[in-house]
């Protein structure tokens, strides 16, 4: 599902858009809708690589192996069902900072501004 974006956000993207749809050569997408490509053109330098986000630009939507491939640490991404996928990881989740689904302990001026009060077991030091 594509995630709406703003039009500045579109607009800075024409350009990476525009090249994309020129020279690049779809690879993948990842469970967050972003789409990696490869230069489909290159030139015996290093394959170029990039990302395009669904929804507005955020780098730690990228996943550990589609990660590792635009950085050219593993030639081709990890396949869903490879040796380095285990049982026990939890599934990849972007950064929440900043956003209304990060953690706000209690107390925290949008939770309601309220805390427990102290219980009385604490003796602040004082210098003698």
């Not at 956000?9 to 990476?16: A, G, K, P, R, V």
């Not at 427990?116 to 004082?126: C, H, I, S």
Request: glycine share 10%.
């Amino acid at each position: 599902m594509k995630e709406r974006i703003s039009f500045n956000t579109y607009m800075s993207n024409l350009q990476i858009r525009l090249f994309t749809w020129r020279r690049g050569e779809l690879v993948g997408t990842d469970p967050f809708g972003n789409t990696y490509y490869r230069d489909k053109k290159a030139t015996g330098q290093r394959e170029r690589r990039w990302v395009l986000y669904n929804g507005e630009p955020e780098a730690s939507k990228v996943p550990p192996e589609w990660h590792g491939w635009l950085h050219h640490t593993v030639k081709e991404p990890l396949k869903e069902g490879s040796a380095f996928h285990k049982s026990w990881q939890k599934p990849h989740l972007p950064n929440a900072t900043g956003s209304l689904t990060a953690y706000r302990p209690p107390g925290h001026t949008l939770e309601g501004g309220v805390r427990e009060r102290a219980t009385g077991d604490y003796e602040p030091w004082t210098p003698s």
